[in-house]
């Protein structure tokens, strides 16, 4: 392997294999992600896809293997990982507006009251402009659209000029335009800044055109590759263990018979 | 019978100084731990941990024990309950709704057996500042002044925390730790409550002054800020009008809370019908 910086794989993860009782949701799993590579997970529900994002995050242990983010072991709270979680809603009763989201991902993690010195700011203003939520800054979080709250979310993950962004359905509950727009800003940091993405998402359609690899996890088994390789009948079909068909339609894949047991909808997968 | 007197109001203010003291910081302390009691969605939980607070405090008057001792106990029990059985929202409804009359039942159970004077008895669910003596009044104010400190210590990662445990974990904020820390916090709080307003009265200065901050203004510094104000005009206020007058203090803090709410509550309306026209027009 070589050991130059830009070469070296950002995460990788060796033999990696993750059980909940007899359940196994993933084993010998081996993943190496190049800077600047766009990875999709795809899988039905309980398949493991958030674990495997709380195992980068280092908040789960896995059972078996390793898993390496710049050269060392994960460990909580590293601040090169910009984690964008799904969409929810936030209570009225949240005295925080637009901007000190973002900000809490410059200095929320420090003991303190929440004062923000002139520096940080000028890096909050920075992040705000970059993620196009400038004009909102000011509004209460709660008063603030899906779409708007996660452009914030975005910004708020890029405070630690993050190599690697993890991000666990962003796209969920939102409607088509924020959802472009949203990956979007993920794709353009990616390839302004090399920052590579593990992109969880049930729905691969908005992210189809920026993905390089897939990862899908299904039944305790997973395959990888690009996007031709994985999104095929065949290849799912063996994967589920049963038959399963990869529709694809006006630019759209759609996974159609997906089976039931696996505590999922119907053609929900990828649709 | 006459609401006021304020013929010798001087005298009186000087021997409850100490009473005002501890009203004072408990105002702002219960302003500014009732801003995270709303966004962590606790108003319920500070009503059940006030009710075994009682419990506590009625058990130690009936065994001759400190009674802010016992509604310590009381408190801490109930907050380690909910904390470590309540992580979700609606476990720990289910909880508190559990706990609540049990303590309740408790503390009257301890009243009922004690054969001292009702005014005490009475004094623990509806409020007793004044009788409450010197080195006790100390320990309400101590022990506020530390739940203040520890708040301006943990206020960030706590805010974060509040917001989005999850990002916040992401990041490094020891969510676990954390939420233990903010229910020892809570229990502490509602105890000296409960022996300034009493347990059934505890939640108007642990939650109407940080609900009428938010009709108001949505700053995280700010909010903050006049929630601490208004608890503090609140219990300073009623214990200012109650020495003039012949009723005990928690109706006059309750209703000065009250009061404060209702304004906040047309501020915000009113400022926001302005602003949805201001978005029509442009």
Same mark, same amino acid.
């Given at each position: 392997?070589?050991?130059?910086?830009?070469?070296?794989?950002?995460?990788?993860?060796?033999?990696?294999?993750?059980?909940?009782?007899?359940?196994?949701?993933?084993?010998?799993?081996?993943?190496?992600?190049?800077?600047?590579?766009?990875?999709?997970?795809?899988?039905?529900?309980?398949?493991?896809?958030?674990?495997?994002?709380?195992?980068?995050?280092?908040?789960?242990?896995?059972?078996?293997?390793?898993?390496?983010?710049?050269?060392?072991?994960?460990?909580?709270?590293?601040?090169?990982?910009?984690?964008?979680?799904?969409?929810?809603?936030?209570?009225?009763?949240?005295?925080?507006?637009?901007?000190?989201?973002?900000?809490?991902?410059?200095?929320?993690?420090?003991?303190?009251?929440?004062?923000?010195?002139?520096?940080?700011?000028?890096?909050?203003?920075?992040?705000?402009?970059?993620?196009?939520?400038?004009?909102?800054?000011?509004?209460?979080?709660?008063?603030?659209?899906?779409?708007?709250?996660?452009?914030?979310?975005?910004?708020?993950?890029?405070?630690?000029?993050?190599?690697?962004?993890?991000?666990?359905?962003?796209?969920?509950?939102?409607?088509?335009?924020?959802?472009?727009?949203?990956?979007?800003?993920?794709?353009?940091?990616?390839?302004?800044?090399?920052?590579?993405?593990?992109?969880?998402?049930?729905?691969?359609?908005?992210?189809?055109?920026?993905?390089?690899?897939?990862?899908?996890?299904?039944?305790?088994?997973?395959?990888?590759?690009?996007?031709?390789?994985?999104?095929?009948?065949?290849?799912?079909?063996?994967l589920y263990g049963t038959p399963v068909d990869v529709i694809r339609s006006r630019g759209r894949v759609?996974?159609?018979?997906?089976?039931?047991?696996?505590?999922?909808?119907?053609?929900?997968?990828?649709? | 019978?006459?609401?006021?007197?304020?013929?010798?109001?001087?005298?009186?203010?000087?021997?409850?100084?100490?009473?005002?003291?501890?009203?004072?910081?408990?105002?702002?302390?219960?302003?500014?731990?009732?801003?995270?009691?709303?966004?962590?969605?606790?108003?319920?939980? &500070?009503?059940?941990?006030?009710?075994?607070?009682?419990?506590?405090?009625?058990?130690?008057?009936?065994?001759?024990?400190?009674?802010?001792?016992?509604?310590?106990?009381?408190?801490?029990?109930?907050?380690?309950?909910?904390?470590?059985?309540?992580?979700?929202?609606?476990?720990?409804?289910?909880?508190?709704?559990?706990?609540?009359?049990?303590?309740?039942?408790?503390?009257?159970?301890?009243?009922?057996?004690?054969?001292?004077?009702?005014?005490?008895?009475?004094?623990?669910?509806?409020?007793?500042?004044?009788?409450?003596?010197?080195?006790?009044?100390?320990?309400?104010?101590?022990?506020?002044?530390?739940?203040?400190?520890?708040?301006?210590?943990?206020?960030?990662?706590?805010?974060?925390?509040?917001?989005?445990?999850?990002?916040?974990?992401?990041?490094?904020?020891?969510?676990?730790?954390?939420?233990?820390?903010?229910?020892?916090?809570?229990?502490?709080?509602?105890?000296?409550?409960?022996?300034?307003?009493?347990?059934?009265?505890?939640?108007?200065?642990?939650?109407?002054?940080?609900?009428?901050?938010?009709? &108001?203004?949505?700053?995280? &510094?700010?909010?903050?800020?006049?929630?601490?104000?208004?608890?503090?005009?609140?219990?300073?206020?009623?214990?200012?009008?109650?020495?003039?007058?012949?009723?005990?203090?928690?109706?006059?803090?309750?209703?000065?809370?009250?009061?404060?709410?209702?304004?906040?509550?047309?501020?915000?309306?009113?400022?926001?019908?302005?602003?949805?026209?201001?978005?029509?027009?442009?």
């Amino acid at each position: 392997m070589s050991d130059s910086s830009s070469e070296r794989a950002v995460l990788s993860i060796r033999g990696g294999a993750l059980a909940f009782g007899s359940k196994t949701l993933w084993r010998d799993l081996e993943l190496s992600l190049a800077r600047g590579e766009f990875l999709a997970v795809l899988g039905a529900n309980g398949s493991g896809k958030t674990s495997l994002v709380r195992s980068i995050l280092g908040q789960q242990r896995l059972d078996a293997g390793s898993i390496d983010f710049e050269g060392t072991p994960v460990h909580r709270g590293d601040r090169r990982i910009g984690y964008i979680p799904q969409q929810k809603i936030v209570p009225d009763g949240t005295p925080l507006r637009g901007r000190d989201l973002v900000t809490l991902g410059v200095n929320g993690h420090r003991f303190g009251l929440p004062l923000a010195s002139a520096k940080t700011r000028a890096q909050v203003d920075a992040l705000l402009e970059s993620v196009g939520a400038s004009s909102y800054a000011n509004q209460p979080i709660g008063t603030l659209s899906g779409g708007e709250q996660q452009r914030l979310r975005v910004g708020q993950s890029l405070a630690g000029d993050p190599t690697l962004l993890l991000c666990d359905e962003p796209l969920m509950s939102l409607d088509l335009a924020h959802q472009r727009a949203v990956s979007e800003l993920i794709d353009t940091r990616r390839r302004e800044h090399g920052t590579s993405v593990v992109f969880v998402t049930h729905d691969v359609n908005p992210v189809l055109g920026m993905v390089d690899r897939i990862l899908y996890l299904a039944g305790g088994q997973f395959t990888i590759g690009i996007p031709d390789e994985v999104l095929r009948s065949d290849v799912l079909s063996g994967l589920y263990g049963t038959p399963v068909d990869v529709i694809r339609s006006r630019g759209r894949v759609i996974v159609a018979g997906v089976p039931q047991g696996d505590h999922h909808h119907h053609d929900e997968e990828i649709e | 019978m006459t609401l006021f007197d304020f013929s010798n109001y001087g005298e009186l203010l000087a021997l409850v100084q100490n009473s005002i003291v501890a009203a004072a910081i408990l105002g702002i302390v219960g302003g500014l731990i009732g801003v995270f009691v709303m966004q962590r969605d606790m108003a319920f939980a &500070v009503h059940g941990i006030s009710e075994l607070s009682f419990a506590g405090a009625a058990g130690a008057l009936l065994i001759g024990a400190n009674v802010v001792a016992g509604s310590i106990v009381g408190s801490l029990i109930a907050a380690g309950i909910i904390g470590l059985l309540g992580a979700r929202a609606r476990d720990r409804n289910s909880i508190i709704g559990v706990l609540m009359p049990f303590g309740l039942g408790l503390g009257i159970l301890f009243l009922a057996l004690y054969p001292g004077r009702s005014g005490n008895k009475f004094g623990l669910l509806t409020g007793q500042i004044i009788s409450v003596d010197i080195p006790q009044l100390g320990l309400l104010i101590g022990i506020s002044i530390l739940v203040l400190v520890v708040l301006m210590i943990v206020w960030r990662p706590l805010m974060f925390d509040s917001l989005d445990a999850e990002v916040a974990a992401a990041r490094g904020v020891p969510s676990r730790t954390l939420s233990f820390v903010f229910m020892l916090l809570l229990g502490l709080t509602v105890a000296v409550s409960v022996q300034i307003i009493g347990a059934l009265l505890v939640l108007a200065l642990l939650v109407t002054p940080a609900a009428s901050a938010l009709r &108001v203004s949505s700053s995280p &510094v700010l909010v903050p800020l006049l929630s601490m104000l208004f608890g503090f005009v609140a219990a300073v206020g009623g214990i200012l009008l109650a020495i003039g007058g012949s009723l005990p203090i928690s109706p006059y803090i309750t209703t000065i809370s009250f009061a404060i709410y209702l304004v906040c509550r047309i501020v915000g309306a009113t400022r926001g019908s302005a602003r949805r026209r201001v978005e029509l027009v442009s």
